[in-house]
């Protein structure tokens, strides 16, 4: 009787995630996202004919790694969490899902304008150092979403998440005066990455936080026998 038991709830729970995955196109929030590619493309194309030195190249990089984080992180929004919540999936699944298409949303785009770019001004290496700053940037900000869901219960913090992104840029250029981070290439390009790496360590260790099973209280999620 245990077995068989078992072997329907592993059955309901396959069924269960089948269906969520088929729906899970309708449950995300695609406007703001698909706009932040809009608006980068057009930002691209009016300053391509100025973009003249690195500098120039960096900051436009820079504003489409920005505008992106601010557009996907509506991607992490669940209005049906009420729902979601009480399937048998974890939070892991549901959430990672998201993640990795707010991810594969920045990347692809940052990339592009990546290649357009680095036709006017080569950058080479350096366009990794600005991977570090925008990777670092979108994980403080997924890690800040997602925890405003679990502990505050809002269901779309996507608006507060998006001044968060805004909020890290903002704050590598005020402390700038004491640990430069937002520097052009040279002899403090090295150093100043070094902490954005240190940023993404910190957020990437926020965000499992957030991604832990609310109802074990741990990583191993406990099944009823």
């Given at each position: ?36 590619c ?35 992180v509506?991607?992490l ?24 298409l ?28 600005v ?36 909020g ?9 005066v ?25 957020g990437?260790?926020f ?19």
């Open positions: 009787m245990t077995t068989e038991v078992g072997t329907w709830s592993a059955s309901s729970e396959r069924e269960v995630v089948s269906h969520l995955i088929r729906m899970f196109p309708r449950l995300l929030r695609w406007l703001p996202a698909v706009g932040a809009i608006l980068v493309g057009a930002i691209t194309a009016w300053k391509y004919d100025s973009v003249e030195t690195s500098a120039a190249a960096l900051w436009l990089l820079r504003f489409a790694g920005l505008s992106m984080i601010v557009g996907t509506f991607l929004d669940d209005a049906s969490a009420n729902i979601t919540n009480s399937t048998p999936t974890i939070l892991r699944l549901r959430a990672g899902l998201r993640l990795m707010m991810g594969s949303f920045i990347a692809v785009v940052c990339v592009l304008v990546f290649v357009v770019v680095e036709q006017k001004v080569p950058l080479g290496a350096v366009a990794g150092g991977g570090i700053e925008i990777a670092a940037a979108a994980v403080v900000t997924a890690a800040f979403s997602l925890m405003m869901q679990r502990s505050h219960g809002l269901s779309e913090p996507g608006q507060f998440a998006g001044v968060v992104s805004i890290v840029f903002l704050a590598a250029q005020l402390i700038g004491l640990w430069p981070m937002l520097v052009p290439p040279g002899d403090l390009w090295t150093e100043a990455h070094w902490r954005w790496a240190g940023l993404a360590l910190i990437v260790i965000l499992a936080w957030q991604l832990r099973d609310p109802a074990s209280g741990s990583w191993v999620v406990r099944r009823s026998r």
